[in-house]
């Protein structure tokens, strides 16, 4: 097998998303397998192809014309003398686009590897559905990083197969250093006040990460004065305003974007992080806190649901339920620290006992090998002329 993975998120890009997709790629070139990943990206000048240990890195220049650069690499890839035994649709608009023809032109399996944004925003987009729906009725599997993902792929195609392949995390490197835990508490003995909880907001917070939300509830608690946000990331316009429009007995701080590694002493301020998401996949922040032995104050949606269990690991609420919310940050702000620490350690054990890098990939693995055999042309035959009737009509 030698599988070709399209992604738009891949090293050096920053972000959850080329994390996640660099970690499936070096799973399974763990595990032995060649593996091809084409790379469209506006940082390339000029199609360049670069061999790597167990694979090539094609770079797809992509610009304001992104026909023209598909219908380049199709040329590339048509004429390869290396022929993928999959096509691999990493999330993303433009390996959703392209991915389905070029499995159905080179006559292999098409494997669509389902973000969680990718589904929520794609399934009512007026302008991206059809791309989506078209994806995932060509595809031999479609692989959810949740059950309530797995769940609604199933519910719209019942014919396709559907799975569940949770992300993982490779603890070898992410662990808390000595470094970590003194710049932590030299930070918290220089910013915040004795008997006050950090309550930590990570990533780019966009809309669906329910940021606005949580701050509504932060400020309706009964002890928000007893928190200090930090918010470690990008914030949109609006975050901003309504962070700078808080009562000032509730203290925060903003660090920009950072670094995966650079994230560790920040991690380790905080008393609890908080994913306060309206809907979601599964954010690589929930494994990186719950690995680092940080309980999460978070919204049971997505990935998140597989993974918390309210007052055992967690403190969870229903997304968007701002009552619940309040509850969760006033039970956080009372709780013992005994309790604190017992419920950061069981969500580490449940990490990871369930969560581990060499179990996304083994299950990859897998996926592809049972998928090897089938071809572009015997997948499906009658859901996608269905689709395209509908979409017609």
């Known amino acids: 097998m ?113 973000r969680g944004n990718d589904f929520d925003t794609g399934i009512f987009s007026l302008s991206r559905g059809w791309m989506l729906r078209d994806a995932l009725a060509r595809s031999a599997a479609v692989c959810a990083v949740s ?14 197969r559907s799975e569940w392949i949770a992300n993982g995390i490779d603890t070898n490197d992410w662990a808390l250093l000595d470094i970590d835990r003194d710049q932590a508490k030299a930070w918290r003995a220089a910013q915040v006040r004795d008997g006050t909880r950090v309550i930590g907001l990570f990533g780019h917070l966009k809309r669906k990460k329910g940021g606005l939300f949580f701050l509504d509830a932060l400020e309706a608690c ?45 991690y380790a301020a905080c008393d609890f992080v908080a994913i306060p998401s309206l809907y979601d996949g599964m954010p690589n922040v929930a494994l990186e806190v719950a690995a680092l032995g940080i309980p999460v104050l978070g919204a049971m949606v997505g990935g998140l649901a597989d993974l918390l269990v309210d007052g055992d690991n967690a403190l969870a609420f229903a997304p968007g339920d701002s009552h619940a919310c309040r509850r969760a940050l006033d039970a956080a702000i009372e709780m013992p620290e005994s309790m604190r620490v ?43 002329p269905t689709l395209l009737k509908e979409y017609q009509t």
């Not at 797995?150 to 019942?158: A, E, G, I």
């Not at 470690?232 to 974007?257: C, K, N, Y």
């Open 2 to 114: 030698r599988p070709l993975l399209i992604t738009e998120n891949f090293p050096p890009d920053r972000g959850g998303m080329a994390q996640s997709c660099d970690r499936i790629v070096r799973g399974l070139r763990a595990r032995g397998l060649d593996l091809d990943v084409v790379h469209l990206s506006s940082r390339f000048s000029a199609l360049r192809i670069e061999q790597h240990e167990r694979g090539r890195l094609i770079c797809c220049p992509v610009a304001d014309d992104p026909a023209h650069a598909l219908n380049v690499l199709w040329n590339a890839l048509g004429r390869d003398p290396i022929r993928p035994s999959h096509i691999l649709a990493f999330g993303g608009l433009l390996p959703m686009l392209c991915a389905p023809s070029f499995a159905a032109w080179l006559q292999v399996p098409l494997i669509t590897l389902l």
């Open 147 to 160: 059950t309530d993902h797995r769940h609604k792929v199933s519910s719209l195609f019942p014919d396709i």
């Open 222 to 266: 009964e002890h928000a004065a007893q928190v200090h946000l930090l918010i470690v990331g990008e914030i949109e316009a609006e975050m901003r305003d309504r962070l700078q429009a808080l009562p000032p007995h509730i203290a925060w701080t903003h660090v920009s974007f950072l670094d995966r590694l650079e994230l560790l002493r920040w």
């Open 342 to 384: 017992a419920f950061g350690r069981n969500l580490q054990t449940t990490v990871l006992r369930e969560f581990d890098q060499r179990t996304e990939a083994r299950r990859y693995h897998e996926l592809l090998t049972e998928t090897a055999a089938s071809t572009a042309r015997d997948l499906h035959k009658s859901t996608v």
